[in-house]
């Protein structure tokens, strides 16, 4: 029984809350520092979609392969390399 008492008694003890902040929860959800900033494996899903949206341009005939690779391209590697990064950044699991 007494140890009972002492339970209820350390229950009713609440801590102090510190006010949650999205800054403090992106902090948190950060990878640490012991983790690589930019694997070298990163730029590959950016990669792979700039060369497959050409490669489907050219072959559906509506451009060639090289200047879409170029202009479009290089947007879709730049915006998927930079979702991916993100992602990596923040350490969902």
């Not at 012991?34 to 070298?40: A, E, H, K």
């Not at 494996?41 to 341009?57: C, D, E, K, R, S």
């Not at 170029?70 to 350490?91: S, V």
Request: proline share 8%; hydrophobic share 50%; net charge negative.
């Amino acid at each position: 029984m007494a140890e009972r008492g002492e339970d209820a008694e350390a229950q009713g003890d609440e801590p102090a809350r510190e006010s949650v902040t999205a800054r403090g929860l992106l902090r948190s959800a950060l990878v640490d520092d012991q983790d690589p900033r930019f694997p070298i494996w990163l730029p590959i899903p950016g990669l792979a979609l700039a060369i497959g949206w050409a490669a489907y341009q050219a072959s559906a005939g509506e451009a060639s392969l090289l200047p879409t690779a170029l202009w479009p391209g290089a947007a879709i590697f730049a915006l998927t390399t930079l979702a991916t990064w993100f992602g990596w950044q923040l350490d969902i699991d």
